[in-house]
């Protein structure tokens, strides 16, 4: 291993790119930690606490690690760049609606850059939105903010503060954006997924010093305590189980084989003797879903808990908001798996388009065989898509409830359950996927092996 890494830092591009991505990495961390002007850490803190009882604390962790966000801590960069993301998203289901970004999609290389503009664009006023939420939403805690900084002489909100918060993490959101392009340009990996890793990667400690406390308070690292060793050691195996199913079926494929036809030039043949591939990936939606998911899932709480505040004799609501505020209730799993399935072969659908695969497969003379070329190959690769996606969207609910499975029957907290499964841990293993084959294309193009080569 430290021979591969000398070799890595060996070549002068290479390391090159390494150090900034680490350098623009730390810039992001350390802006992830300046709070805001006039926020009120302690009342911060118990507005939280009051909030974890309604699920909107934990609608609010799982927005912020999907999307490298400190919402809960109020940060210049509290809302990471999940407007960003929400731009992308509007943009990518627009694509199937508007025939104008249809075309720039398939324009390849500038089509993309193209869309990728229009999204920086959108993302400046839902990042205005945003934050100018947020803000409203704290500032409904008496103490969040602090009097002396935010109020005008009738009580009342001093605008300007406001003003200058929203400008604040607008800012914030729109650098977060910079940095990942600089990443994309100049560094190594892709820079937002870098991003979104970093701020799940740096919960970590945190996590492992409440799994400290808990045996600390549970009567110390004894066979039998709440927490000891055979429930850590539990813990352990299905953190390395997790990330070995994540890597099998991040990598895995379906191989559709095809077939050239034979085509002559002059006096030579071409084609039509190699057997190729058309790779399907299992996980063809990624973590799309679990986004959708667990963002919808954040509104039914938030509105049952707040219908319950103006009929509290109502036992429906109560039940509701107890429902849905509980990540281990029966109807919350049971909702946030079915909304993975919904969301798998939705985006699926988006992403994947067989009548387009099957034309580019006939307009290159490929075919598959036993299959006629056109609406016979789209109708089979729509087959195998339906059975595929089956098999990732039943993979990614496994994964997405783990930490609740965890945290109900294990008695820990969900933040520590979340890195031992669940989504963070599925963006992380698949974003350092990611980054060793970027490693390993600098590598092999110097006539080196790779990374995860045992030869090497």
Known sequence: MFQKLRIIFSIPELRQKILLTLGLLAIYRIGFIIPLPAINPEELAKFWQQSSAS???????????LSGANVEHMTIFGLGIMPYISASIIFQLLGTVIPKLAALQKEGESGRRKINEYTRYATIPICILQSWFTVQMFSMRPGVINPAFCYGEGGGMMFSWMLATVLIMTTGTAFLMWLGEQIDEYGIGNGISLL???????????????????IQNSGGFQIGAKMGPETVLMLLAMYVAVVVAVIFITKGQRRIPTQSAKHIRGNRVYGGGSRQYLPLKINQAGVMPIIFASSLLMFPSVFFNGLKQYYQNSSTLEWFSNAFASQTSYLHVMLYITLIFFFCYFWTAITFNPKDVADNLKNHGTFIPGYRPGHTTAQFLERVMIHITYVGASFLALVAIIPTIVSGTMGVSFAVASFFGGTGLLIAVSVSIDLIDKIDSHLIMRNYKGLLDKNN
């Open 55 to 65: 699920g909107l604390m934990g609608g609010i962790q799982v927005i912020s690690m």
């Open 196 to 214: 979104i890793m970093a701020g799940i990667l740096a919960r970590m400690p945190a996590a492992v010093l409440e799994i400290v406390t808990q």
